[in-house]
């Protein structure tokens, strides 16, 4: 009766142990595969790309306000985790306050260059969540016109004209986005802007109504985008 107890036992132990190597192998078997798809996910090229971009809010803008943009960028991929990128756009005004006549007209290029950051834990993914800065410049010419300038003197009208006025613009940009892979190359995605303003010189008649780039002036701004995508 002891032995046949003993060798129940022995035949169960052996069991166990013979589940257990199985255990361990097969999560050794997957702790391998997993480091194998880590080692190749670190292992792919720094250049994974370039692709461009059209804005569609600045047109938009445009279409049904007195101001806005056209905008393109380019960016390169480097480990589908840094993303340089310079931005190029044209803004223009053509404002008239219906209350004091005061129209402002301005039209005029403006760059923007920095680095956006995947922020995704997978950044493999057809998904990104993009982190970035950017700084922007432009250099740009207003007109300004009112003919109801009331004289603080004389107490008539008098016109007001300023054609040709110099400016310039220094800002800062911090944005935050979602971009993702539609269809073959095409990715959509949007992004929110918070701008700083840096550093501007306006000339004698005050800040600018209207920049470039940067929409109505102010020392900050909140704004954003929604660009399609063609990544190659």
Known sequence: MHQRVHSIFISRALSISVLLLMLLNAHAQGGSKKNIIAETADSIPLFRGVAVSVDLVGPAEMMFGDYGQYEAAARINLKDKYFPVVELGWGKANAEDVATQLTYKTNAPYVRAGMDFNLMKNKHDIYRLLGGVRYAYTSFKYDVNSPNIVDPVWKDNVEYNAEGVKCNYHWLEFSFGVDAKIWGP????????????????????????????????GSTRLGGTFNVTFEL
Do not use: C, Q
Not at 188 to 216: E, Q
């Open 186 to 217: 095409v990715r959509m995605g949007w992004t929110v802007r918070y701008r700083k303003k840096l550093y501007s010189k306006a000339g004698d008649f005050g800040t600018p109504w209207y920049v470039p780039g940067f929409g109505k002036s």
